[in-house]
């Protein structure tokens, strides 16, 4: 596959994961997010595992039980305690600094270099994404700063990772192997944070459904997949799509508002997604020069 395939694949994820929002307030109990979270990560993955049929060596099962942690466990719930502690557009805006921290990790983990460029594109986003969805009259809470920064690290950490430690096997086997052991770490802290999970109707079991076999096994496939093939840098300003898609799929489905500011906010988050790709992109090398004889 070419490129602009695997950019168009990989941004799927995304776009897809906008949708978590209006599944969880309209098809989900309310107050179990941790548990929606182990629902979503731990069935897909061990369905996972049941179509790859291959377990991590014993010399890999440290590191997928850490990517799990950072890209699942951490991030899941250190998303959803600051969905509770903050208005969801300060939260949302505190994730998106998510790429500008992937360009610093990627230079500290792999080497890759940090350019201007990158930078902006970066910071861009973030604007564009506090223009779609931050409200001036939002009240900041400690605990929810320091979690949403805390997932966004998490997150970003796990990209970065994810590349650096690249197993022999395919991008379907090694998403299966970080939803599992996302989930197993999921599992105590449910029960004992929140036990008493009613009994899951007919709508709860389609939206958890949806949010695992869409939305965890099929976007988390893509992402890893566009990890290794394009890198952490490249793929995560597609990250910027997320509370974008949200936006726009409540406007479409719920009819909800949107405003002029949010209009100019999706344009913003468009244009540095595609600085990002540019900064991102590999510099041509140059032709050798021709030998003489």
């Known amino acids: ?34 548990t929606v979270s182990l629902l979503r990560a731990f069935p897909a993955g061990l369905i996972l595992l049941l179509i790859v049929r291959q377990l991590p060596q014993a010399g890999w099962r440290g590191r997928v039980f850490i990517l799990g942690a950072l890209n699942f466990a951490i991030f899941w719930s250190m998303l959803f305690l600051a969905a509770y502690r903050l208005p969801g557009g300060v939260a949302a805006t505190l994730g998106a600094v998510q790429p500008l921290l992937v360009l610093f990790l990627a230079r500290f983990a792999l080497g890759n270099t ?15 994404v506090g223009m779609l969805v931050l409200d ?14 805390v997932g966004a690290l998490s997150m970003a950490a796990g990209t970065v990772l994810t ?8 991008p379907l086997t090694f998403t299966a192997w970080q939803l599992t052991a996302g989930g197993l770490l999921l ?25 695992g076999l869409i939305g965890a096994a099929l976007t988390y496939f893509l992402w890893f997949r566009g990890i290794a093939r394009l890198g952490p840098t490249t793929v995560t300003s597609f990250g910027f799509l997320s509370p974008t898609s949200a936006v726009l799929l409540g406007w479409i489905v719920l009819g909800q508002a949107l405003s002029a500011l949010q209009i100019v906010g999706v344009a913003v988050v468009l244009i540095s997604i595609w600085l990002g790709q540019r900064a991102a992109r590999p510099a041509p090398q140059p032709n050798p020069a021709p030998q003489t004889t």
């Open 1 to 34: 596959m070419n490129r602009t395939t695997d950019l168009f694949l990989t941004a799927i994820a995304p776009v897809i994961w906008g949708s978590s929002y209006i599944v969880a307030t309209e098809m989900l109990p309310h107050g179990y997010p941790l």
């Open 114 to 128: 940090i350019t201007i460029l990158g930078i902006v594109a970066a910071i861009s986003g973030v604007i564009g």
């Open 136 to 149: 001036p009259g939002a009240v900041l809470d400690p605990i929810g700063i320091a979690a949403a920064l």
């Open 163 to 170: 590349r650096k430690w690249q197993p022999p096997v395919s």
């Open 187 to 211: 599992i105590p802290v449910a029960l004992i944070v929140e036990p008493g999970f009613p009994m899951p109707t007919v709508t709860n079991i389609a939206g958890l459904v949806w949010l």
